[in-house]
């Protein structure tokens, strides 16, 4: 399965939020293994947003910066935990 994407790249700080928030809430129960959040690189200020809240979340496992063949330092991975059945 491809990982899917959250795509916050020039959007609004607080319209990016709101979307990464339900994103990553709706991937989780999806049963998805692992989320690429397309912020771009820019001033960074998204890619900050992104990972402190990912970061803080009960069901996140690891949070990086994609390889460079990726989207490098302008994606972000997310590894969620498994959820327990």
Same mark, same amino acid.
């Given at each position: 399965?491809?990982?899917?994407?959250?795509?916050?790249?020039?959007?609004?700080?607080? =319209?990016?939020?709101?979307?990464? %928030? #339900?994103?990553? +809430?709706?991937?989780?129960?999806?049963?998805?293994?692992? !989320?690429? &959040? @397309?912020?771009?690189?820019?001033?960074?200020?998204?890619?900050?947003?992104?990972?402190?809240?990912? =970061?803080?979340?009960?069901?996140? %496992? #690891?949070?990086? +910066?994609?390889?460079?063949?990726?989207?490098?330092?302008? !994606?972000? &991975? @997310?590894?969620?935990?498994?959820?327990?059945?």
């Amino acid at each position: 399965m491809t990982c899917p994407e959250i795509y916050i790249r020039q959007m609004a700080y607080h =319209e990016a939020e709101l979307e990464l %928030k #339900k994103a990553l +809430d709706d991937l989780y129960l999806r049963k998805c293994g692992r !989320v690429k &959040i @397309v912020h771009g690189k820019g001033q960074g200020i998204l890619k900050q947003m992104a990972r402190e809240y990912a =970061e803080k979340q009960p069901f996140v %496992k #690891k949070v990086y +910066d994609a390889p460079f063949y990726a989207g490098g330092s302008g !994606v972000t &991975i @997310v590894e969620f935990f498994p959820e327990n059945d």
